[in-house]
């Protein structure tokens, strides 16, 4: 039985600057039913503010207590833990950051940096780490698509510096089971009772199996043929939010995939 939905946003609420056809009627209809909502993304080039602006500009209408980001994950970290990081990060998020001292850096922040992500900034991460200091990962994604582009996202650049340094990466954000229960603790029932959608058969799928929940890919966004078969698992397959919506609704009317 499913209690609660989580969403991906970017590729399958969105894509690019237009929402995917049906996305926001399929919103408004798990908002009106009793089903709890969550909204998850590792996304890593925009502030919480910014997403929540975009997607109302989009006509969603998403509360910011259902928002859950991977940037605000790791801010929280770094600051239960008293850290003062070297942020490798997307300058549209740096701002966010500002409010804590990075001052002689004793650990290390990497997200989506984008042109960041060059030979003086990694080395200046590798050589924090290679000194003991943690590494935490904004997200773990592989790539993820833009204008119908798909680019590399932060995940490359921080198994570099786990090589690197020898060293193990703390992620906050998908697929981390620390994100996770995050998430699932904040609603009213059991990981088993919650299904996770998303496009990335890796980060969304795949974290979320790994972690007891239920999971739907959606043929939208980065997915790309086959990539149902890149995992092992039980998950649902639709070709986008529209359809999973009307399996969760009415399960027993609508008829679909099953991997």
């Known amino acids: 039985m499913i209690k609660a939905i989580f969403f991906d946003l970017s590729g399958v609420l969105y894509s690019g600057q237009s929402a995917i056809d049906g996305a926001v009627q399929a919103i408004e209809r798990i908002q009106a039913s009793s089903l709890q909502l969550r909204f998850v993304t590792n996304t890593s080039r925009l502030t919480r503010k910014t997403l929540l602006q975009g997607l109302n500009t989009l006509g969603f209408d998403i509360h910011s207590d259902q928002l859950f980001t991977a ?3 790791a801010k929280s970290w770094i600051i239960q ?3 003062r990081p070297y942020c ?4 549209n998020i740096k701002h966010e950051f500002s409010d804590i001292d990075q001052t002689n850096p004793n650990a290390v922040i990497i997200g989506d940096a984008a042109d960041g992500f060059n030979y003086h900034n990694l080395n200046r991460a590798f050589q924090l780490c290679k000194q003991g200091m943690p590494l935490i990962g904004i997200g773990r994604n592989r790539y993820f698509k833009l204008n119908n582009e798909l680019l590399l996202d932060a995940g490359p650049f921080i198994s570099a510096i786990e090589y690197a340094a020898s060293t193990e990466a703390i992620i906050m ?11 699932v603790n904040s609603v009213e029932c059991s990981a088993p009772e919650v299904l ?3 496009d990335d058969v890796y980060g969304d799928v795949q974290g979320a199996l790994k972690n007891g929940l239920q999971a739907c890919l959606v043929k939208t966004g980065k997915y790309q043929e086959g990539d149902e078969k890149l995992i092992a698992g039980d998950f649902l397959l639709y070709p ?3 359809q999973i919506v009307d399996y969760v609704l009415n399960p027993k009317g609508v008829y679909g995939s099953f991997v």
């Open 71 to 73: 940037p605000s994950a």
């Open 81 to 83: 833990h008293h850290k």
């Open 88 to 91: 490798l990060i997307h300058k």
């Open 173 to 183: 954000g998908k697929p981390s089971r620390a994100f996770f229960e995050q998430v």
């Open 196 to 198: 996770m959608v998303g």
């Open 240 to 242: 986008s939010i529209t």
